[in-house]
């Protein structure tokens, strides 16, 4: 399967990747209370993973602070190697989808499958953003488009009413991605 290129109309921080994904069809919406309980395990979600991100920072040219520095770095190090062993013997638990080659931005999410929901229809996605903590970000979209490629479908869909926090959180989420892909391409670059 190839990956989607990145489309010139899409405004805003998008994060184009491969992610673990998996949709299902939907009669409706979930009731108000169901919709607010997984809005809060979203943003939870998201909010870990934020702290999973923070790493031990620059230390100038003190050397207390450098040595203080250097053994933050250190135990960051171990706490995420073992976050991520942790989380990978988690993940073989769970029924994790399959990577698709995806879109993400505040407003929605693109991807290609062999089969398309029907435009219009509303789906409940599961997106897992990092497997070392493997919970999925679970959202409501509707089927605006679906385009036939050789294999299957591109298929894109707008979130179903979003609150604001939430929007915020999938921006932050998505800089921090454009941000990292940035950082390994210049450390890829200087190889």
Known sequence: ?????????ISGLVFA???????RELPELPDEIESRELERANLI???????LD???GDSG???IALASATELKRLDFKVGLLLELVGQLYARQQAIPPEHHLILTVDGLRWRA???????????LQLYCNL???RPLILHARVADTVP??????????????SEALQEALERYIFLQHRRSIAHSRRSGLR
Not at 114 to 121: C, I
């Open 1 to 9: 399967m190839t990956a989607i290129a990145p489309d010139p109309s």
């Open 17 to 23: 990747g491969r992610l673990p994904l998996a949709w």
């Open 45 to 51: 979600n998201l909010h870990t993973l934020f702290a």
């Open 54 to 56: 923070i790493h031990a």
């Open 61 to 63: 040219d003190d050397p």
């Open 114 to 124: 062999e089969a398309a929901p029907p435009t219009g229809g509303l789906l409940r």
């Open 132 to 134: 070392s903590y493997p």
């Open 149 to 162: 490629y050789p294999g299957g479908w591109q298929i894109q869909t707008r979130f179903e009413e979003p």
